[in-house]
């Protein structure tokens, strides 16, 4: 009976050789799937897991099968740190996608450059690839390209006079220093600064320094619920200047906060929350679309646009292995060498001097909510 | 001094949340010698229960008295099952039992209604009403109105009825009061469960304002801790002007100082009323008789 058994198993192991007849390429992911940030580490893992079976069932990559290996850094330094070394040392893994955040990102990004293991974080932060690091690339788009579509909308309408309101966390700082740097490059005026805690209940205070400016526009840069707490006392005050949000803001879950005081207000935001309004021509349309349908019939739910990033992570990494094979420095030239992928946050055109390779034109849309969604600003 | 009615109107607000929960700070520390770290999650709870409950289309009366029952049991499960069985043990073993409790309410709520703010509509219409050329919101006047009536309750449990003078008693002298008889089980008990209520007001009526989330506890906890402290830990009045002047100086120093230094400023002030008058502004009499 026994003999049945091992020969059953010799002839299952056989199939499957015969099937994948060629040595799978293992890569590994490290996202915040559980804890604080677990709103952008979880989409990411479901994407990322989809898309490996998905590809595997399609036949690999070159005949290659290709395995994933997921853990969870819970969002923090070390324990991003530790399971980026077991990727390295233990699952001997050709590359690395994530982490979610720009902490953990900042804390592995020296290891991925001294042990020669390309990696694709999804954290939005510009000094993971400024200055450019050969192995450390990053998909998010970053903060700046947020502020100068922002910038470009305001030059248009002859807007001048600028507010600021910004939350005093990494998120909003960072946000806060590329709106004070490119501000003079489009002829904007700063007139007021003002900050906000994360967890304060009420901004009406700065709202009031504000409007004694006699600025046109506020900009305010935050995560919920601080901007919904704005967008409401700003009405309660009654001011008339148009509120500018960030991309921080960009899901429905604002909307429901801040109620009919979201109305007009305008952010810019990935394409994917507006892919239906998109015009047809528009390069990444068909690929958003077919994402949010396979995500909702897999998970019963909208993928939110992290979950993006780490699809592009993977569209990159995929493009990579078919061009390099198994061989981490030619992956990582490949990488650097990419150019016109249209992934769900904008098309990649990647340099020696570019690891991100994202530009204004396509990453970001500016988006109006109306009527309590999300619709693309018409100029 | 431009706009200062509008920053004043802004700090009220914020400083009737905080005198709510210093009221709830200084019963329980009247009763029991405890400082109830756990005092910001009852807060949490009647926010959360109010979110909750209006977002499944519940009528706003039922809304309201069912988080404020809600709060009350959390309170009175608190003191049953946490502070009770350590009763024995000494003040400081009990302040560490409630940093305990508070973390682990914080984490039911975060596994319960998940990490994301939940919205709440405002109880009034949201019209703002206009006085001297400053603007106050309604669901503010309401704030400010309904920690009127419940400072004015509470006062008035503590001066007219026989277990408010019991707590009072219990405050001078816990052994002395139980030589006279008061059962100091269910005081304790009635201690938490009030305290529980008041804080779970407090989130009630500030919800609207700041939404509901499973960890907006922590720090109002700590702003209404400060004006307990402030106003002297030991009488309701205390509370109240602590409460009220931790707000006011708030909206003042955001509004004619820095936003960004905001909590910094007020909390200074906190420090140099301390190292000046370490009893509080309104230090019971207690003190002075012991």
Redesign the interface.
Known sequence: MRRIWFFLLGLLLGLNTLVWAKEPYRIGAIFSVTG?T??IGDPEKKTLEMLVEEINRAGGINGHPVEAIIYDTQGEETLAVQKFMRLVMQDRVLAIIGPSRTGTSLAVAPLAERYRVPLISCAAGIKIVEPVKPYVFKVAQSDRLAVKKIYQYLKAKGLTKVALLTV?NGFGQSGREELKRLAPRYGIEIVAD????P????M???L??IR?TGAQVVICWGT??GP??VA?NM????MPQKLIMSHGVASK?FI??A??AAEGIILPAGKLIVAHELPDNDPQKPLLLSYIERYKARYGKEPSSFGGHAYDAFLLLKEALARAGADRAKIREALENIKGLKGIHGVFNMSPQDHNGLSEREAFVLVEIRGGNFHLLKD | M??FL??FF??L??GA?YALIALGFMIIYSATGVINFAQGEFVMLGAMFTAWLSGRGWPLPLVVGAALVGATLAGILTERLTIRPARTASPLILIIITIGVSILIKGLAMFTWG???L?V?PFLP?E?VHFLGA?L?PQGLLVLVVSALAFLATESFFRFTLWGKAMRACAYNRFGARVLGINLSRLTCLAFGLSAALSGLAGII?SP???A?Y??G???GLKGFSAAVFGGLGSATGALVGGFSLGILE??A??YIS??Y??AVAFLLLLIVLFLKPEGLFSPEKVEKL
């Open positions: 604080p677990s709103f005093s003002e900050l906000f805690g967890k304060d209940t009420d009406k205070p700065q009031i320094r004694r919920n619920p919904a707490i409401r009405r309660e005050l009654g879950r429901e906060l109620g009919k | 431009e706009n509008e920053f802004s700090g607000v914020n949340i990490k994301d703010p919205p509509n949201s703002p603007t919101s500030i304002l700041t939404f989330s960890d907006m922590t720090m109002l909206a003042l955001s509004g936003s960004a905001k909590d």
